[in-house]
């Protein structure tokens, strides 16, 4: 390889590790990929890590062993998540977003990847630590936030369905009950190993129904549930069930005016 100025081997780097948050990149692997001795690619390293540090990026954790290198974290701190979460809360407060029946519209929020990512990572902050196995969602509404919090933490996404699907091998089926109805849901029994670390994310905390369905799932599969999150949750809700994090919480709504009233979940302001 010709000579790699710094300047492009930092960006590269860089790349590579934002790229893949939470893999561990041996250092070996910058070494062969840029011609550098591993003194020099410890230098470039550290000259990411203090950049991401000093912007609230995310940081660079060192692993070390065997199988030692360097893995990207895109953490954040309370304040910053805060502001972010509180960013959306005045997005979601303007007018036309109330709809018949007092329900918030969010069909563009959950299908835009640039603002569930922010609050994907969010997430991953939150929960990175308790180190998840993997992160259970409910079809269909609660996968995009569920899919950037895994991205994340790099940990797959199990998908609880409605019905089986036949490519999907023999599955556990619960019924579970959501305000007066009864309802199924089915998770193939590949998925899940004994005494795997679980955390459930949906859309929207309303009777808690779905939420309490997912637990029930996991205690079928004797798997540890290490936290519950969801994107917004509504005021009753939210003080009923305590231990379920909501990003955001729906105060009320004013269908006259159409606007709603919306502020950062509470653990994330007594974070602050």
Not at 70 to 98: A, E, I, K, M, W
Not at 131 to 144: H, N, R, V, Y
Request: glycine share 8%; hydrophobic share 40%.
């Amino acid at each position: 390889m010709q000579n790699v100025r710094r300047t492009e081997r930092l960006a590269a780097i860089t790349k590579m590790l934002v790229s893949e948050p939470n893999k561990n990149f041996p250092l070996s692997l910058f070494c062969d990929s840029f011609a550098a001795a591993k003194s020099t690619i410890s230098e470039d390293l550290e000259i990411i890590r203090a950049s991401l540090e000093k912007f609230s990026l995310g940081s660079l954790e060192t692993v070390t062993g065997a199988s030692g290198g360097v893995r990207y974290r895109p953490t954040l701190c309370h304040q910053t998540g805060f502001d972010q979460v509180n960013d959306l809360c005045t997005q979601l407060s303007g007018p036309g977003r109330v709809l018949p029946g007092g329900l918030l519209y969010l069909a563009d929020i959950i299908a835009d990847p640039t603002i569930l990512g922010r609050m994907g990572i969010v997430l991953a902050s939150e929960y990175a630590k308790a180190a998840p196995d993997f992160i259970l969602t409910m079809e269909t509404q609660g996968i995009p936030l569920a899919m950037m919090t895994a991205h994340a933490l790099r940990v797959p996404v199990l998908i609880a369905r409605r019905s089986v699907k036949a490519y999907e091998s023999p599955a556990v089926h619960i019924t579970y009950l959501v305000g007066s109805q009864y309802k199924t849901m089915s998770l193939s029994r590949r998925l899940v190993r004994p005494g795997q670390r679980a955390l459930l994310i949906d859309d929207v905390l309303r009777s808690g129904g779905t939420a309490r369905g997912m637990l029930e799932m996991m205690r079928e599969f004797s798997a540890e549930v290490i936290g519950t999150a969801m994107l917004l949750g509504t005021e009753e809700a939210c003080e009923k069930f305590h231990d379920i994090k909501t990003l955001m919480i729906l105060e009320g709504v004013d269908e006259l005016s159409g606007t709603a009233r919306l502020r950062p979940g509470d653990w994330l302001s007594a974070s602050t």
